[in-house]
């Protein structure tokens, strides 16, 4: 167990062991002893543990909310850290759809719900920034009930612990590129960022950080860092200087740095990245066109793509990192996609072998075939770089294994969408496609793979698929079957577009019999029957 309650059970205790084992994998909570748990932020006899009926709580099922006591604190509320046990990176939204974290301290909840405390400034105004300097200075939860380009006339500086939520809005945080950054978070402050575009920040002169700078611990979900720069400096997107930095489900695109590097992002500190996309940033005389990290950078569920450093190393990523079910390719720079030490976490791709991935990892090293589209709306919050069809990295991992199945992608949708999940941070979508013969058992091929009789392979939606059959057949003795034609009058072999509607294929053929004939007396004239 983990990040779970056990709790108000009417009779045997919470847990009751019957000859297995319990492993507290931590932050779990019990209202009595009978659990034992003693790992890391695990408590027995919880106190002040409020919970809710099962009620309609938002989201496709009925949840328990997590209520505030009338004295005290609940200690599931804000009390799992970003990043341990995966709060806020693979476990990015509770069980109603809510993004974790809630809190405004940053910190994830215990269980299936994700406590979210009550505004404390509503934003109305996004034609200029009056309104989110005042929110922003104050702190606390801050949503929006508008939706526009935020003109900024300085740099939103955080001194307390601060949640931004633009959830159902969209709002972006516009620094104009006149020469300061967006954001600034000070130290032992926590600031989370939902559903916003931080863009056009800039810093000059051995400034760091034209989007954000951060000092503290930062968590970007679901939101957009683009087109932010850091001339002759580092950290065009964001800097996190020594603090602790969260990216999860979002997009760092576009930024820019000139003779420094990172220009995604520059890391000092503690970086985790899961569900995220980075894209067309340049660092121009620097290392790292996408991130350069000098603490420690885990990576997961994520796509690295058309970025680039010049006059540096590592287009994509450059310094010491952990990557798992990640592609980096399409990355500008002579030295390759990565430069440092690179440590496979399994199931990754590179197209040029400088990440150092191993096939005994079931990764892909100097692969070519990831077939990526651009950058562009693809449905969620942030724009995505799509796999497109044919490409090794779609249902490359097996259900269970690297937290396939646990995850949806950076765009919400589900996975897997076919057999399996697929590398990085874009889930293909897929739909089953069905495919028979008439006689039935005979063998065709779609894509790359032959079936034989009815099947309904799961197929990426808009990806061209050739299907073809071979023909003559063999039957039973003296029998042969030919092709005469497809369901949807294509030739014997002809592409297909898969719909996002269910479609049906039949290939009919026609059944020859051997006709054997013999002549009595022998030597006597044969001939042949007319039709």
Known sequence: L??????????????FNAGGTITDGGYNLADDSSCNFTATGSQNSATNLNLGSLANNGGPTQTVALLVPSSGTNPAIGAIPPGANSCATLIASDQRGVARPGSTNGNCSVGAYEYVPAATATITDCTDDTQIQSAAGAGGRIVFACSGYIPLTKTLTISSNTAMDATGQAVTLNGGANGFRVLYVNSAVA????SLTVTNGGVCCSQRGGGISSEGQLTVINSTISNNSAAVGVGGGIYNQNGTLIVTNSTISGNYTYQGGGSGIFNLGTLTVAGSTFYGNSANQGNGGATLSEGTLMVANSTFFDNSASDGSGGGISGAATLQNTIVTGDADPTGECAGTIIDGGYNLDDDGSCGFSSANHSFSNNQNANLGLLS???????????LSPSVAIDAIPLTVNGCGMSPDQRGVFRPQGAACDIGAYEANQIPVAFTTSPAGLSYTAGTTTYSGSQAPFLVIGGQY???????????????????SWSDGGAQSHSITVAATPASYTASFQTQYLLTTAVNPSGADLQRPRP
């Open 466 to 484: 050739t299907i073809s059959t071979t023909s003559p057949q063999s039957g039973a003795t003296g029998t042969q079957y030919v092709w005469r």
């Open 2 to 15: 983990e990040n779970t309650i056990v709790a108000n059970s009417t009779s045997g205790g919470d847990c």
């Open 377 to 387: 709306d693809n449905g969620g919050p942030t724009q995505t770089v799509p796999l």
């Open 191 to 194: 600031l989370t960022l939902n």
